[in-house]
């Protein structure tokens, strides 16, 4: 079968391997559709961490074509997307119910072999059925909506709120729909003024340039560019006794300038939002209700073979989802 394996910093290669087989507890899907993540590139570039050789994609929906030995919950011909991390069950956090931080996460795509192959291995308790109405691309996006939904747990949107969304990619739609849904009234924030169209018609009642973002006006600032200047903009337009989530994942290493007694004189409540904690299930509901909508956000589809191209189109910025539809 084709993969896409990442083996070390900048080396990222197609490679011919064979079928893998399922263990206890684990099925072979067929790969039917898997997206292109910001984490994917900072993996490659090595500002994020992973356990090469691996291959990459976290983001994935699949058949199942085999049972291994044990498997009870899943069928032949299941459709499934894949929640990608797994945790050790016996730290500190584990034991505290915040499983999410476990001391030995590994994810698949990260860690484990993951969905940029034509065949996948999935642990059974990783598996998530697909409802009829959420198709296999939907079925990839699952997982970054999972992410969304705990970064709207963390941001404690109150109906009313006015709320800004700094970036309008992919992610930042996503959490635009869950805020708008939330009863939020949402800005959006995007210098990209092609992308403000489809932001519209997904709920925010503006969309403005990162300059002309007022300060002191959101109860709710959600920062979804991971860059250091829209960190530092977040404490600054967000107005006082205002929640602030930082969901972009900024490049390892990545400092900014926040003024300590900006953050004192506010109140400001400041969030980090990691992964998907038990949100899996909810992201199908979701997107199989329609009540986020996800098929608007692919703006490419690659076959796995050209995944240099993709990578680069997803790294120029004008592309919003890059899937590959192996078939
Ligand atoms: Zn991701
Ligand atoms: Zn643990």
Redesign the pocket.
């Known amino acids: 079968m084709l993969a896409a394996r990442f083996l070390a910093i900048n080396n990222l290669q197609l490679t011919e391997e064979d079928v893998p087989k399922p263990g206890p507890g684990e099925v072979l899907i067929k790969v039917k559709a898997a997206g292109i993540c910001g984490t994917d590139a900072h993996i490659i570039k090595g500002e994020s961490a992973s356990t090469p050789p691996v291959i990459l994609g976290h983001e994935y929906a699949g058949e199942v074509i085999e049972l291994g030995e044990g498997v009870t919950t899943l069928s032949l011909e299941d459709r499934i997307s894949i929640d990608p991390n797994t945790?050790?069950?016996?730290?500190y956090?584990?034991h505290s119910a915040k499983?999410h931080l476990?001391?030995?996460l590994t994810a698949l795509g990260v860690d484990i072999d993951g969905g940029f192959a034509e065949y996948a291995v999935v642990p059974e308790v990783q598996a998530h059925l697909l409802p009829p109405s959420v198709d296999f691309t939907a079925g990839a996006f699952i997982e970054p909506v999972a992410c969304c939904i705990r970064g709207l747990q963390q941001a404690r949107i109150q109906p009313g709120d006015e709320v800004a969304i700094l970036g309008g990619g992919p992610i930042g739609l996503i959490l635009l729909q869950l805020a708008v849904a939330a009863g939020g009234r949402v800005t959006v924030s995007e210098p990209a003024q092609g992308k403000w169209g489809l932001a519209k018609e997904l709920g925010a009642l503006r969309t403005v340039l990162p300059e002309e973002l007022p300060s002191d006006a959101f109860d709710v600032v959600i920062e979804a560019a991971g860059v250091k200047a829209t960190v530092e903009q977040s404490i600054k337009v967000a107005r006082r006794g205002a929640s602030v989530v930082w969901f972009g994942v900024s490049p390892q290493g990545t400092q900014a300038a926040i003024e300590p007694h900006e953050v004192f004189r506010k109140e400001l409540q400041i969030s980090g939002s990691f992964i998907n904690p038990h949100t899996h299930a909810r992201a199908v509901k979701l997107v199989g209700t329609g009540a986020v909508q996800v098929e608007p956000l692919i703006s490419h589809r690659f076959p796995l073979g050209k995944i240099h191209e993709a990578l680069a189109v997803h790294a120029s910025g004008d592309a919003s989802k890059v899937m590959f539809i192996p078939s």
């Open positions: 945790f050790c069950q016996t730290c956090y584990c499983e476990c001391l030995n």
